[in-house]
């Protein structure tokens, strides 16, 4: 067969570069052009250098702690401009600052005796602020906005006496209690771990396109489907909450008590410093108030004038400035027992129980309140005194026990089943 005029024949290709050649005269896809039908070309397979094996790790798996560090702290700064301003327009401004400087009178000595309790837990500083602050500022803002709404709706359906018996006895207690607590599953949820780019149209077509490359040109294996894990396994592993291993008598450590009593407390002694600047200062600007629609201005302030005010610190500063940190206290017990024992029950029972039992001593402290003197004095002997000596009794029993463990030195060598799981 002979070549047209002006064209040259066609030049000899070896078999080998056939497949080369076909590659390379494959029409593209043009307007106006078709496909021309064929044999299917298996595209190149390029192997991975070890390079870019690294690249594609870091493009396909993110840690996001900072990010999520500066939306906490972003949200804690929000949720405590907004309860300044609620509380001032309670108490006034003058009523706010007379009671931020009563509230703090107390809570050296709470903070000091924590700490000495967390010489055993080892909490690091960073998860104690976050519970301080979220005590102080986002738990009570949950607090006051969902108690006035609670208070508004029981009063409008049940009347006057019986919607503030039930605000104060069961929907308050209900409402805080699970507030501090979500500080304690806010530690939990697993924000350091990776977080995958399938997640993202973008980096799932790119994780596709890369991983199908091999270089023997075999499709990728399916991958199999994950099995199920407990739900305990799916949080943040903390190194002061590490699991008991499996045995039949596998319990808690006292580290590990003692950290959840550390940060319900924590957590606790900010919503207790928040609480009590506003009923302070709202004392505080009612005796103002009294005293200027009595005597005026004409005569010099006395402590007499004042007697609210001394009266709600004596009853929140002096009597009952480990109240809240009591009650939270329970909450923590109950997570770190159902976080770190081997057992099944206690694990499945330990958190809602410790919550019940914290909702349950609160209710009983706010239904006091409404029995007189003595009958807030007699609640007040019988069952926060022994709460408070049997939580004493703990602490001192956590630290004996921390301090009866042998310290090992520098020379001694620590074994792989010493260093924490997180």
Partial sequence: MSCPPGASAPATVPPSAAGATAAADRPTHTTGTRRIPGPRVRRATVALPPQAGRLL????????????SALAAGALAGSGVLILHLVQRQTGTTGLLVGLALAI????FVLGSLAWLNRTARVPMRHILFCLAWGACAATTVAIMANGWASDFLIAHQGTARGETLVAE???????ESAKAAALLLLLLPFHRRLRCRTERTCALLTRQLSAIRPDGSPPPPVPPAPPRPARARLRPLPYFRPAPPGRRARSSPRTLAAGTV???ITACGFAFTENALYLGRAFTDDQQARLDSIGLGEPPSLRDFDGTVHTFVLR?????FAHPLFTALTGLGIAIALTTARRWPARLAAPGGLLLAITLHGSWNAAAGLGTDGFLLVYALVMVPCFAALVCFAVWARTRASRQPVRTAAAPRRESDFPSA
């Fill in 57 to 68: 790790h870091r493009l396909t798996s993110l840690r996001r702690p900072a990010l999520s």
């Fill in 105 to 108: 009178l107390p809570l050296p």
């Fill in 170 to 176: 069961f929907v308050t207690p209900l409402i805080e």
């Fill in 263 to 265: 940060l319900g407390s």
């Fill in 317 to 321: 500063g002096m009597l009952s400035p």
